[in-house]
């Protein structure tokens, strides 16, 4: 999405600890081959049915400086399209942020409008993005004013879904986002993804941008099938699509994919998010992480778009991606794009065209041209009146001469006149 002209290429992730302090292991991942089942990832105790609500903020909360950021946006009518496994809309986080959506697969006859989830990876990742504060729990949304439009493009992966026609498909997958475009979304979350480069998904990512919605997508969990860590993912690696990487708490490698169409990361591991049953849950580890960094990131685009509504997805691009956090400013990487998120730092952002390492769509780079210096030349100075200073200081000498010379004229004819006792004439 970004202009990386000119800037130092890391390799991998790069060590920044000084910057930062599983329900699902990698969400589904389509394939022109069939799709291999979802890697299930240990479940924390926290993940339970019925377990409640953990009262304690992850390491996000932090990181991304969501009071500082709140205090500027909360991301207020802006409407997000979450185009998953759909958005369960009757849980603590998301009471009143859940509009009527659609579901593309057609398959549940009782619900109908995207607000129903058997997976539970689309409701994790709207509450992540647009979880309202709830007393007792430690989660809060990135943007927890927002209102989610849930877009069903499946219901859950592998055989059994197969076998029942509710998997996910390229096919469902372009429709979805077509789907968020007309139902008027500002941002379109796309947290799944696909090896295989798709006609169709492709347009319906090209007609997003036209229609002035931002995609973020995720860069893609590296999976059994796909052990080349640099195989491109398909909506991600799309012009114009702000790809996102997953990351742990001091730069922990997520596990993702990597590629040149790297944008931007995203707190991946071990971060709090909300489930369909009501429970709060423990998400993400090393190989599950995009997901979820997506979610945050579109969460922060959404924020964006409360305080400049006109600016369009390039501009919010490239304001994410230039505030985002990184050890060199100059420096970008094919494993985290330009660095982590930082919400409030992309809302303070004055477009002056000099921020260093992305280029500004909008102001051009002010050019530094090198400044000739002249050497150094002393140029004595006249005196207008240093003739009359030798004048007088020649007749204050030749005075104080004849001063005294009279002086000692004076002292030898004192002497003269001087009578001496007893002598006579």
Known sequence: MSSRAGSARLAGLVGAGAILGSLLATGPALAPLPAPPAAAGTQPAQCEDGAGLVAEPTWNVEALDLAGAHRLATGAGVRVAVVDSGVAADGPHLEGAVLPGVDVVGADAEVTDGRADAYDHGTAVATLLAGRATEGSGLIGVAPD????????????????????????????????????????????????????????????????????????????????????????????????????????????????????????????????????????????????????????????????????????????????????RPDPDGWSEATGWGLVQPRAALELVDDGSRRGVDSPRVVRPSIDPVAVEPVKVIPVTDPWVDTRRTVAWWAVAGAAALLAVVITGSRRSGRVVDRPGRRS
Do not use: K
Request: charged content about 20%; some cysteine.
């Open 146 to 325: 927002a209102l989610v439009i849930p877009i069903r493009v499946y219901y859950a992966v592998g055989d059994d879904a197969e076998r029942r026609g509710v998997e996910l498909t390229e096919a469902r997958l372009a429709a979805g986002i077509r789907a968020a475009i007309d139902a008027d979304a500002d941002v379109v979350v796309v947290a799944v993804s696909s090896y295989r480069d798709d006609p169709a998904v492709r347009a319906a990512v090209e007609a997003a941008e036209a229609a002035g919605a931002l995609v973020v997508a995720s860069m893609g969990n590296v999976t059994r099938d796909a052990a080349e860590v640099d195989r491109p993912r398909y909506p991600a690696a799309y012009p114009g699509v702000l790809a996102v990487a997953g990351i742990g708490e001091g730069w922990q490698d997520g596990g993702g994919h990597v590629g040149e169409h790297a944008d931007l990361a995203g707190p991946g591991i071990a971060v709090l998010a909300g489930l369909p049953n009501g429970s709060d849950c423990v998400v993400g580890e090393a190989g599950s992480s995009t997901s979820w960094a997506t979610a945050q990131v579109a969460g922060a685009a959404a924020l964006l778009v409360e305080r400049f509504p006109d600016e369009g997805p390039e501009m919010l691009a490239y304001r994410l991606t230039a505030t985002a956090a």
